[in-house]
Structures are given as structure tokens and as C-alpha cells.
């Protein structure tokens, strides 16, 4: 029996996926839960679909006894222990293109808005100013644009600014094919010092923690204006705010923050609240009606396609298998420790029980070995209960 559990307001979409797959019992929550509530509600769900909010470290998974599968319905995946998963059998997947476009559209507005200083004219109008000038506005033409992290989201926020007429410079730690004109900027620091603005588009985690610190903020341009819609973890607050009340900065828009407040009713912690040449907004750079309808229903459907027949294309963390049609009468997935001999000693054991392998594939990650295995004959409670004794196995089912 599948339990599928979905947190932080996941689109309709989904559960929609999951009900023509045939599936029932989906238990939705409209956001991401406490500690003890997701403890109890991880308990006994077989599938776990999140958002950015919801952290699932050790603690969790050793919660979710039944666990089999963990959908992130969004591009980021640093909110779960992909490691520990992948060593307890557990593939994690996630949507790593349904929201670029709204993050990138976002972005370049962002960008023109801050050149042009519209956040603080916006606020002065309401007030009943009518402050009627031209200082410190500019135009996004022939301004360059640094973006740090150059994948799937940066380079969409590069070819929209291209179009806008702005030069690109790009920072990453991987060789990236450039696109347009787009050129690297050859180090981090000689992005910093050549931008007017400076966009981050890098994953959250250890690697990318305060990438954006004093030092950092003190090689940007003066009157350069930063913006963060990747991960909060990536700026160092403090230092930006000081580099905008020095005027070092002439603007900022943050998307994200190193403590984001859990619900609706609880305000953002920040020193830059208040600032009216800074754009806050509560993590929506993904939240749009296309991208998270799109989400809803590709997450879904990889998770189907687990739960169903084992395919694991397009885990973040996992062995990865495409989907094929079962071939025999029964399919098992087997998830071992990847040591010599696991598979001839399956195949053993499966062979013990009367069971004919029809078709079998393997693939291997690090510690981690995954075979499917489709097979005639009757898989019985007695060959499931010898494979899962095998002293290599992580995890067997069959479906
Ligand atoms: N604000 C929001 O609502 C959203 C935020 N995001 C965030 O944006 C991030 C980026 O998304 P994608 O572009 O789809 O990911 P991606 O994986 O396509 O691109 C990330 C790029 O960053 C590079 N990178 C990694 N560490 C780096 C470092 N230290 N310095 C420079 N480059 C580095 C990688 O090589 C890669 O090219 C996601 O991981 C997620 O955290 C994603 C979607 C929505
Ligand atoms: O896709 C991502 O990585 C995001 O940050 C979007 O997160 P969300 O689904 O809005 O909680």
C-alpha cells in the first residue's frame, strides 16, 4: 500500500498524477510542518514529496521506516541528506528545469528595476513625494552583468540580459559552454570588479557558504547593485548590509535568506528590512502558475514511475535505471551494497526459489548498487525474505 505524503502547498497536479496512477491514500499539507509534526508524519509514508522548506537529514530518515522514494518538487535538493538516502535505498528526485524561467524573468527585473532605483521612487510616490529626477538612474544597455554559476538558471538570466542589451560575464567552477556573446570573467574577483550588477545562481550547501562576504562586497563596484535568488546561505547579511549603508552598494534584491520564517504569519529576521533600495521578496523566484503546475506533474510522474517499475532516471542521488516495461511476470528491486558478487548471488538466490531472470540490469554509485530484475515464476514471501537476509542487501521490493 502506497502512503504518499505532500507538503508546502504542492500543486494540485501532483495528487492528480497520483490518482490516475491509481494511487488513494496522498495526505497533502498546505505548508511545511514542525519537527515533531514531520517526524509523525514521515512515519508511515512510502513517498514524501517536499519543497524547499522542509529539511530531511539523518533524524527523518530513520523516522520514515517505510520510506521509499522522496520527491523534492522543486531545482534545489540541499534540504535533504541525498547521501544518507542513497545508503538507505532511498532515490531522491527533484524538477531540475520547471522554474528556471520564472527565476531568470525575475531576476533581469529585478536588475532593471534597482539600475533605475524604482523601489525607492515606488515607496516616495506612495508617500505623496513626486521626487522628479534622473540621478542615479540607468539604463540596463551596455551595463555588465556578473553571474556567479552559470547553469541552467544563470545562463537563462544571461541570454534574457543579452536581449536587454547588457554585456555578460560569467563565474563558474565548471567549464560552461558560453552562450550569445557571454564570456567568463576568468575569477570570481574579476566578475566582482567589472559588474554593475552581480546575479548568484549557485546551489545552497558548505561549498557556496558566504561566497558573497565583506571581501567579496569590498572588490564589488561602487554604486553595483547584488542580487540573490539562489540559496540564503550564500550571503553574508551583515557585510551586505553594511556595504549598503556605506552606499558601496547602490541596491539589492534578495529572494532568500539564511533563516526564512516558517509560515505566512511569522516576519522575516533581517537588518535589511526597511531598506528602500532593497527588494525583498519571500522566496518566490519559482512561484509561478506554469512552473509549479509543471513541477507538480514531472515530480509526480518520476515517482510513479519508481514506485511502479523501478526507474530511478533522473535521481539526484541514486543508480540511475530508465523505465522499461516489466518482461516477466514479477519485477524485484534489489538496492545493495555495491560489493563483488552481489548480483551472482541474487541471481542464486532467485534461481533457489524456482524464479527464471528474464531481464536484469544493474547500475552502480559509489557504495551503492541497484538491480531490477523481472522474472517468471512465483515470487513468494520466502525468496523476498532470503534476498532482504543477504548480508550486501540495503533494500528489496517487489512491484
Ligand atoms: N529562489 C527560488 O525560488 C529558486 C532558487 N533556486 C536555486 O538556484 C540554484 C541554481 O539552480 P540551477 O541553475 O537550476 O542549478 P544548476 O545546477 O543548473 O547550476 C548551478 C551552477 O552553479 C555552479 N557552481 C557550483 N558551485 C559554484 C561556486 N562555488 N562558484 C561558482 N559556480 C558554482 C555549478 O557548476 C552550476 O553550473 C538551485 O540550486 C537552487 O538553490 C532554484 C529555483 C528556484
Ligand atoms: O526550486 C528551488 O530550488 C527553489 O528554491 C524553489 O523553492 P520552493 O519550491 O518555492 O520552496
Known amino acids: 500500500m502506497t502512503r504518499i505524503v505532500l507538503l508546502e502547498n504542492i500543486h494540485p497536479s501532483a495528487s492528480e498524477v497520483f490518482r490516475v496512477a491509481g494511487e488513494s491514500e496522498i495526505i497533502t499539507h498546505s505548508s511545511a510542518l514542525s519537527r515533531d509534526a514531520l517526524l509523525e508524519a514521515v512515519s508511515d509514508a512510502t513517498i514524501l514529496g517536499i519543497r524547499s522548506r522542509t529539511h530531511v537529514d539523518l533524524a527523518v530518515l530513520q523516522a520514515a521506516k517505510s520510506l521509499r522514494a522522496i520527491g523534492c518538487f522543486c531545482i534545489g535538493t540541499n534540504q535533504v541528506d541525498v547521501d544518507e538516502a542513497l545508503l538507505r535505498g532511498i532515490p531522491v528526485f527533484n524538477a531540475p528545469f ?127 547593485i547584488l542580487i540573490n535568488a539562489s540559496r540564503g546561505t550564500v550571503v553574508d547579511i551583515d557585510a551586505l548590509h553594511e556595504a549598503l549603508k556605506a552606499d558601496h552598494l547602490s541596491g539589492a534584491a534578495l529572494d532568500v535568506f539564511p533563516a526564512e520564517p516558517k509560515g505566512r504569519d511569522e516576519p522575516l529576521d533581517s537588518p535589511l528590512r526597511g531598506m528602500q533600495n532593497v527588494i525583498l521578496t519571500p522566496h518566490i523566484g519559482g512561484s509561478t502558475q506554469e512552473s509549479q503546475e509543471n513541477i507538480g506533474r514531472e515530480v509526480a510522474e518520476k515517482l510513479v514511475q519508481f514506485a511502479r517499475a523501478g526507474a530511478t532516471k533522473g535521481s539526484v542521488n541514486f543508480p540511475e535505471i530508465s523505465y522499461r516495461p516489466p518482461a516477466g511476470s514479477a519485477r524485484i528491486l534489489h538496492t545493495h551494497k555495491n560489493v563483488p558478487g552481489a548480483l551472482g548471488s541474487l541471481s542464486n538466490v532467485m534461481a533457489s526459489h524456482g524464479l527464471n531472470i528474464v531481464s536484469q540490469h544493474l547500475q552502480t554509485m559509489g557504495q551503492i548498487g541497484y538491480v531490477i530484475s523481472d522474472v517468471e515464476g512465483e515470487v513468494g514471501a520466502a525468496v523476498m525474505d532470503d534476498l532482504k537476509a543477504q548480508p550486501f542487501t540495503v533494500r528489496c521490493d517487489r512491484v
Open 98 to 224: 520547471s522554474n528556471t524561467r520564472s527565476v531568470a524573468e525575475l531576476v533581469l527585473g529585478e536588475a532593471i528595476l534597482l539600475l533605475r532605483r524604482i523601489p525607492e521612487k515606488n515607496a516616495r510616490v506612495h508617500q505623496g513625494f513626486w521626487d522628479k529626477t534622473a540621478e542615479g538612474a540607468f539604463e540596463a544597455r551596455g551595463k555588465t552583468l556578473g553571474i556567479i554559476g552559470y547553469g541552467n538558471i544563470g545562463s537563462q538570466v544571461g541570454t534574457l540580459a543579452e536581449a536587454a542589451g547588457m554585456r555578460v560575464v560569467f563565474h563558474d567552477v565548471e567549464a560552461k559552454l558560453p552562450l550569445g556573446n557571454a564570456r567568463p570573467a576568468g575569477s570570481l574577483k574579476k566578475l566582482l570588479n567589472q559588474s554593475d550588477v552581480v546575479t548568484l545562481h549557485v546551489p545552497g550547501g558548505s561549498s557556496t557558504k558566504n561566497i558573497i562576504d565583506a571581501k567579496a562586497l569590498s572588490v564589488m563596484k561602487p554604486g553595483s
